[in-house]
């Protein structure tokens, strides 16, 4: 799945409005700016609090994203923050099927 599908799938499941896209940003009715939560700690942050029923376990190498669908398991590498968002996006969009 790409990141603009992930992203999509990930919207669908916290209710969001459809998400309308310009180059890489996305832009939801309602709100100004664009969205990513892929890039965006507070973005991720409303996306797992939106969808609910999620647990995160930031480990010392890498996050863990669980819900019912699932375990998402993103490996730290060099940047933890953008594992846990990638977690956060990944356990968001398998609550849809797109």
Do not use: Q
Request: charged share 25%; proline share 2%.
């Amino acid at each position: 799945m790409t990141d603009h599908e992930l992203c999509l799938a990930a919207a669908k499941a916290a209710g969001y409005l459809t998400a309308t896209w310009e180059g890489n940003e996305a832009y939801i009715a309602g709100m100004m700016s664009r969205w990513n939560p892929l890039d965006s700690d507070s973005d991720a942050f409303r996306l797992m609090v939106d969808c609910g029923r999620m647990d995160l376990h930031c480990g010392e190498n890498a996050t863990r994203a669980a819900n019912e669908f699932g375990y998402f398991v993103e490996p730290h590498g060099t940047d933890k923050h953008a594992a846990t968002r990638r977690a956060i996006v990944r356990a968001a969009a398998a609550m849809v099927k797109v």
